[in-house]
């Protein structure tokens, strides 16, 4: 049973960098982390969970929604398996909770990553991100 833990979250000012981990465990030898649709998830007290954006496998694409694209990079190390979420110039409307997930095949089919959310087999349990003004 695969397993995902984040880690990374904390307190930052308005224009400052955090980096998310995501690290993954339990997986069957012969697979590896590329081989999975991985996502980056946020949700705010009060609001609905939000993509941030995703990897497709093999790593040759990756998708970012709007209010991330330019400042949030997603990146994986197979050989450490973990992926990562490099955030630069935040800001405060990036508070929020944040989730990484996977599935071996839900992105496959090029469906809208927000419609993907829902979709995802596996889960972390999120890490805090609070940026302040």
């Known amino acids: 049973q695969v397993q995902l833990a984040e880690s990374g979250g904390g307190s930052v000012q308005a224009g400052g960098s955090l980096r998310l981990s995501c690290a993954a465990s339990?997986?069957?030898?012969?697979?590896?982390?590329?081989?999975?649709?991985m996502g980056w998830f946020r949700q705010a007290p009060g609001k609905e969970r939000e993509v941030v954006g995703g990897?497709?496998?093999?790593?040759?694409?990756?998708y970012y929604d709007d209010s991330v694209k330019g400042r949030f990079t997603i990146t994986r190390d197979n050989a450490k398996k973990t992926l990562y979420l490099q955030m630069n110039s935040l800001n405060v409307d990036d508070t929020a909770m944040y989730y990484c997930?996977?599935?071996?095949?839900?992105?496959?089919?090029?469906?809208?990553?927000?419609?993907?959310?829902?979709?995802?087999?596996?889960w972390g349990q999120g890490t805090q991100v609070t940026v302040s003004s």
């Open positions: 990897i497709y496998p093999g790593d040759a694409m990756t």
């Open positions: 997930a996977a599935d071996r095949v839900n992105c496959l089919d090029g469906r809208d990553w927000h419609i993907l959310a829902d979709t995802f087999s596996v």
């Open positions: 339990g997986m069957i030898a012969s697979a590896t982390l590329s081989s999975y649709c």
